[in-house]
């Protein structure tokens, strides 16, 4: 049973940073495309960013473009999700995804697997 369980939401002020995880396990993700999504209340679900398991290729929203970074620990099995210099716009429930690569990796039809979303809250 494939499952994506991500930690390391809160509550922050503008300008702070958190690292969110995102531990996967059921199945290999080699050659899978981890995604990051967050959905903000009374708003879609929207695309924040994307890598290739082996991270050799990312993407980025360009409202997170230099301020969020993804990297992952290959022997964990974990995708982290660095950020900073939050804004009170970055509040939302943030959502890790796993999918076979196929599409342009931003739309969340992209994904087969999804965790069960960790909140951000980012005061001003």
């Known amino acids: 049973q494939v499952q994506l369980v991500e930690s390391g939401g809160g509550l922050v002020q503008a300008g702070g940073s958190l690292r969110l995880s995102c531990a996967a396990s059921?199945?290999?993700?080699?050659?899978?495309?981890m995604g990051w999504f967050r959905q903000a209340p009374g708003k879609e679900r929207e695309f924040v960013a994307a890598?290739?398991?082996?991270?050799?290729?990312?993407v980025y929203a360009d409202s997170v473009k230099g301020r969020f970074t993804i990297s992952r620990d290959n022997a964990k099995n974990t995708v982290y999700f660095q950020m900073n210099s939050l804004k009170p716009e970055d509040t939302a429930v943030y959502y890790c995804?796993?999918?076979?690569?196929?599409?342009?990796?931003?739309?969340?039809?992209?994904?087969?697997?999804w965790g069960q979303g960790t909140q951000v809250t980012v005061s001003s």
């Open positions: 059921g199945r290999t993700f080699i050659g899978y495309v």
């Open positions: 890598s290739t398991w082996s991270g050799g290729t990312t």
């Open positions: 995804a796993a999918g076979i690569g196929g599409g342009s990796w931003t739309t969340p039809p992209d994904y087969d697997y």
